[in-house]
């Protein structure tokens, strides 16, 4: 059996085709104004001829390989139809027909993740005037689709201040009462148990103490030992050591109080002057040892034998 091409090519069928379109009336051309045409049915007609070829070439557009310049004009001639689409929609109105622009809704504006555009014109190439398909991923027209990253404005310290209320110091947490019945029982408890060990470092610490005074040492066995090692794992060692200390000091001031009222001189004393001549003599003794030699120091002595000097 022939395939259908070579039965379309077949003599037969071609005389049979040809024999049916010259009974056929010459095709008509969609009038170029909308006005131009008196009839209704016509106009329903040429509107669904103009939706065909809209959702031919949407379907068409959706192709990425066909290239940048194919693309942009898909795209304007999408839009140009839609334009001639709402121009035979208005006079089929004017002749009495269906209203389409109110039971179909118009195509809303969509990004490339499918949200919807809230302005009505991104493009800026005149009102209504829209991008389908694999246009809306052409260089340009992405960047009409992409949200500019919200900006988050710094509150001012007047705003800051102006939400303070007294709620946030605190001041209503206590209103309703269950804070206060809640914290009453155990910052009781807590307060007993402060006062309490206060009591008990301050009992351990006055036994310590004594057992420092009387000379005792920590370390030692016994009631007073146990006491000054608790102290010192209270922390407070340092305190003891310094009264230490300071009991020391007093002791070893009236000591030396008790020595100096004693202390009473039975030989004469040499004052300053004294003094400074017998550093001035030894001072001249070391230097005649240094430079001058035994046999003149020998004849020295002699001279002041004769003369009878003593100095």
Not at 115 to 140: E, H, M, T
Not at 154 to 166: G, L, P, V
Not at 200 to 224: H, L, P, Q, T, Y
Not at 234 to 240: D, I, K, L, S, T
Request: charged share 45%; glycine share 8%.
């Amino acid at each position: 059996m022939a395939r259908n091409e070579e039965k379309a090519q077949s003599m037969l069928n071609r005389f049979i085709t040809m024999k049916q379109e010259e009974k056929r009336k010459p095709r008509e051309r969609r009038p170029y104004l909308a006005s131009e045409c008196r009839d209704l049915a016509d106009a329903e007609r040429w509107r669904s001829e103009i939706l065909r070829e809209i959702g031919a070439k949407v379907a068409e557009i959706q192709n990425e390989g066909l290239g940048e310049h194919r693309l942009r004009d898909l795209n304007d001639e999408i839009n140009k139809l839609l334009r001639e689409r709402g121009h035979w929609e208005r006079r089929i109105v004017e002749l009495g027909g269906r209203d389409y622009s109110r039971s179909s809704n118009a195509p809303l504006m969509t990004d490339l993740d499918g949200n919807i555009v809230a302005v009505p014109n991104p493009s800026g190439r005149g009102p209504g005037y829209r991008y389908f398909g694999a246009a809306r991923k052409l260089p340009g027209v992405r960047e009409l689709f992409d949200k500019p990253p919200e900006m988050r404005k710094r509150r001012t310290r007047y705003e800051i201040h102006k939400r303070i209320n007294a709620g946030y110091y605190g001041y209503y947490d206590d209103e309703d009462g269950v804070l206060e019945r809640l914290e009453g029982p155990a910052e009781k408890r807590m307060r007993e148990e402060i006062v309490s060990e206060w009591h008990r470092v301050e009992r351990v610490r006055r036994e310590a103490m004594k057992g420092v005074m009387s000379g005792e040492v920590a370390a030692a066995g016994g009631r007073s030992g146990e006491a000054a090692r608790e102290v010192l794992f209270e922390g407070v060692e340092e305190e003891v050591e310094e009264e230490r200390k300071r009991e020391e000091e007093k002791r070893e001031r009236e000591k030396g109080e008790e020595v100096g009222r004693e202390f009473v001189a039975h030989v004469p004393l040499p004052d300053e002057k004294e003094i400074e001549r017998m550093v001035l003599e030894r001072k001249k003794k070391e230097l005649l040892s240094k430079y001058a030699s035994d046999s003149l120091l020998v004849e020295q002595e002699e001279a002041k034998e004769m003369l009878n000097v003593r100095r």
